[in-house]
């Protein structure tokens, strides 16, 4: 398994400003994920991110909306820049297992980002 | 492709059975199942890959006909603690790259509430 902690774990912030959530790994891991979950919704993937290279974004997430950096194999963040109410949401961060587990993807606790 | 669940609401008593089920119109490498509970981040229960195997939980068990692209949960004499959002999450042949079971698509959601 992996233990994910993220930070913060909430926050509201006015529009217009930017956030920077921190996603840390308790193991190195290769691929972290960041998803996004609107408020009774599902999640949607963002982005991938590989340490040592440009993070992949999905359809509909551009990386001047949602910079992320990967210095190093437990850690990774994710930067929600110039928000707007529409931005409010849980971001969460994911990782592969490790060792035998490597099937499995955990998540972290998220962050619930609250836009006004 | 966002693979559909259903239902998308279940009540329970204390004790019953359910199914969930998860199906999509592409072909799938794996299905993942998640509950989560409100406030609180996604928890893995289940893998099912393609060829077969199965990993996840003691008391929970999964199906999965990789011919007619679903996949179903069963949650046997349901206890209050199974109350939640389960999502399916797919992942397709094509996008399973380095390993990884990344990419994982999610259905919408299935909100199973137990009662006593």
């Known amino acids: 398994s992996a233990v994910i902690s993220q930070k913060p774990s909430r926050d509201i912030c006015q529009r217009g400003?930017?956030?920077?959530?921190?996603?840390?790994?308790?193991?190195?891991?290769?691929?972290?994920?960041?998803?996004?979950?609107?408020?009774?919704?599902?999640l949607t993937l963002i982005a991938t991110a590989n340490q040592?290279?440009?993070?992949?974004?999905e359809s509909g997430f551009v990386i001047d909306k949602f910079p992320i950096s990967r210095p190093n194999l437990t850690f990774s963040t994710l930067t929600v820049s110039n928000m707007s109410p529409e931005d409010s949401s849980i971001?969460?961060?994911?990782?592969?297992?490790?060792?035998?587990?490597t099937d499995t993807q955990y998540f972290g606790p998220g962050t619930r980002l609250t836009v006004l | 492709q966002?693979?559909?669940?259903?239902?998308?609401?279940v009540i329970l008593r204390e004790g019953e059975d359910a199914v969930i089920n998860?199906?999509?119109?592409?072909?799938?490498?794996?299905?993942?199942?998640?509950?989560?509970?409100?406030?609180?981040?996604?928890?893995?229960?289940?893998?099912?890959?393609?060829?077969?195997?199965?990993?996840?939980h003691e008391k929970i068990s999964a199906s999965?006909?990789?011919?007619?692209?679903?996949?179903?949960?069963?949650?046997?004499?349901?206890?209050?603690?199974?109350?939640?959002?389960?999502?399916?999450?797919?992942?397709?042949?094509y996008m399973n790259y380095g390993g990884s079971q990344g990419n994982l698509i999610f259905g919408k959601g299935t909100k199973l509430s137990v009662k006593p």
């Open chain 1, 91 to 101: 971001y969460l961060c994911s990782v592969d297992g490790t060792g035998d587990d």
């Open chain 2, 22 to 56: 998860c199906s999509s119109s592409k072909a799938l490498y794996s299905v993942h199942w998640y509950r989560q509970k409100h406030g609180e981040a996604p928890v893995f229960l289940m893998i099912l890959l393609k060829g077969g195997e199965q990993k996840g």
């Open chain 2, 64 to 93: 999965f006909n990789e011919k007619k692209q679903q996949s179903s949960l069963y949650l046997t004499a349901s206890q209050l603690s199974y109350s939640g959002t389960y999502f399916c999450g797919t992942v397709e042949p």
């Open chain 1, 52 to 57: 040592g290279s440009e993070a992949t974004y």
């Open chain 1, 17 to 42: 400003t930017s956030l920077t959530i921190q996603c840390q790994v308790d193991s190195q891991v290769t691929m972290m994920f960041w998803y996004r979950q609107q408020p009774g919704q599902s």
């Open chain 2, 2 to 9: 966002q693979p559909v669940q259903s239902p998308q609401a």
